[in-house]
């Protein structure tokens, strides 16, 4: 157990949706990131927040947004959503630059 | 723009049959090399990070390697129970987040 909390794990939704993905970080870690993984890629950076600030942004698409509350948890926000947004969506955390990042069981997403 | 290019993309091995997973990185300033193993619909979970070339780490029958171009992921008499995919991710001094290859998937074949 990694720490790094995400729910839902599993999510069905129709084309043209809008979900909301959750993540809790390890306890102490300020910092967050989302990943995307699609069958057969790699992991894509999608955003990260440091302390409820918006630290780096990756291959985020505009219908995509993202937010960390003060109480650091994270939510990951997908609307329009599209037939190619099925995929996992993994939520990690650290406590420093350098630092392990550890990585969520991921929110799996399949748009039908 | 960083890269991290893996290979094999997949490697069948007898159990017990030794070999070594690469990763080659280009990385402007390089704060850390990470190794994550992943299974089938689950996380990538930790396994090393290596800072500086000529580093090593082990654990169990894994020991993973860093030269100032490329990683390598050693595994020593394997057991059916190793396979999974291997992720290798590094990450620069100008930020903080992990540029991932695209894994080698290991299997063990009892």
């Known amino acids: 157990d990694s720490g790094v909390t995400q729910t839902p794990k599993h999510l069905i939704t129709a084309t043209g949706q809008r979900v909301t993905l959750r993540c809790s970080p390890r306890?102490?870690?300020?910092?967050v990131y989302w990943y995307q993984q699609s069958l057969d890629q790699g992991l894509q950076f999608l955003i990260q927040?440091?302390?409820?600030?918006?630290?780096a942004k990756g291959n985020i698409l505009e219908r995509f947004s993202a937010q960390q509350f003060p109480d650091l948890h994270s939510e990951l926000n997908l609307s329009s959503l599209e037939l190619g947004d099925s995929a996992l969506y993994f939520c990690?955390?650290?406590?420093?630059?350098?630092?392990?990042?550890?990585f969520g069981e991921g929110s799996w997403l399949t748009v039908v | 723009e960083d890269q991290v290019t893996q290979s094999p993309e997949a490697l069948r091995l007898q159990e017990g049959e030794s070999s070594s997973l690469n990763c080659s990185y280009t990385?402007?300033?390089?704060?850390?090399l990470f190794w994550y193993r992943q299974d089938p619909g689950k996380g990538p979970e930790f396994l090393f990070t290596?800072?500086?070339a000529g580093e090593e780490k082990e654990k169990e029958r894994l020991k993973a390697t860093l030269t100032k171009k490329e990683s390598f992921l050693h595994i020593t008499a394997p057991k059916p129970e190793d396979s999974a995919t291997y992720l290798c991710?590094?990450?620069?001094?100008?930020?903080?987040?992990?540029?991932f290859g695209t894994g080698t998937r290991l299997t063990i074949i009892p």
């Open positions: 990690a955390s650290t406590s420093g630059p350098g630092n392990t990042i550890y």
């Open positions: 306890s102490g870690d300020l910092s």
């Open positions: 927040y440091y302390n409820g600030e918006e630290r």
């Open positions: 990385v402007s300033g390089l704060r850390g």
């Open positions: 290596l800072y500086s």
């Open positions: 991710a590094a990450a620069n001094f100008g930020n903080e987040k992990l540029t």
